[in-house]
């Protein structure tokens, strides 16, 4: 007999905090599996990709792993992808670090370029700005702080506002802005696609809240 828990996958492609993301979805009540086969990953309710360290290198572990193939897949049988941190930028056309620019995964349009700032990384609590109608961030209040740690962000949404939808065709995204020095993309909720550049399961109660959240949209 199944637990009637939803069954989501963090995806092991070598490049994320896969064991904190899995504490984090289990005590928000779903049964977790660290994995990086591609079935397990197709057939769960949800799909968590972690990511941290640098844009190439994790577009290299996500292609190695078949991830690019299995995110696309899931999206477009609207099956529900999470992206946490670089797991989130690789979401978007391209990354460029040290003058060097990498494809991502192009779900989205836009470029995930260095931080504007005068201190980077951009590493501690801060707040966002979340758009009306949002079921990632329901319950919280406006000035909640989440935990980030990054030097580089997507600055420009390239979508435009009278578009239909993205580049896979997905709903009107909702766009959560933060600012440190300029503002910069830190979440986003676009149909079954939904993503964040802080890291839900360092943000205590608030992550926990998100990770619920997503959960129950499974």
């Known amino acids: 007999m199944g637990t009637g828990k939803k069954k989501v996958v963090v995806f092991d492609y070598g490049f994320g905090n896969v064991r904190s993301a899995e504490r984090a979805v289990a ?3 779903a049964e977790v599996e660290i994995t990086r086969d591609p079935d397990a990953a ?14 190439s290198a994790c577009m290299r572990g996500i292609r190695e792993a078949r ?8 999206l477009a049988g609207g099956r529900p992808v999470l992206g946490i941190c670089v ?15 990498t494809e991502g995964l192009d779900q989205w349009p836009g470029s ?3 931080l504007q700032a005068d201190i980077v990384p951009h590493m501690g609590w801060n707040t966002v700005e979340v758009p ?5 961030f329901a319950g919280l209040p406006a000035d909640t702080r989440f935990y980030f740690v990054h030097s580089y962000a997507v600055h420009d949404w390239e979508l435009p506002a009278d578009s239909g939808g ?19 993309v830190a979440a986003v909720e676009n149909g079954p696609l939904w993503a964040t550049q802080f890291h839900p399961e360092k943000s205590g109660d608030a992550g926990a809240r998100l990770f619920t959240n997503w959960i129950e949209t499974l």
Do not use: C, Y
């Not at 797991?87 to 620019?101: D, K, N, S, T, Y």
């Not at 993205?166 to 910069?184: D, E, M, N, Q």
């Open 112 to 114: 995930v370029t260095p």
């Open 42 to 55: 197709m057939n769960a309710d949800g799909l968590l990709v972690p990511g941290v360290g640098a844009f």
């Open 166 to 184: 993205t580049t896979t065709s997905l709903a009107v995204p909702r766009v959560t802005w933060s600012t440190h020095g300029k503002p910069f």
């Open 87 to 101: 797991g989130m930028q690789i979401l978007f056309a391209r990354g460029i670090e040290h003058g060097v620019e």
């Open 27 to 29: 005590r928000a009540g």
């Open 132 to 136: 009306e109608d949002s079921a990632l």
């Open 67 to 74: 991830g690019d193939w299995i995110v696309g897949r899931r």
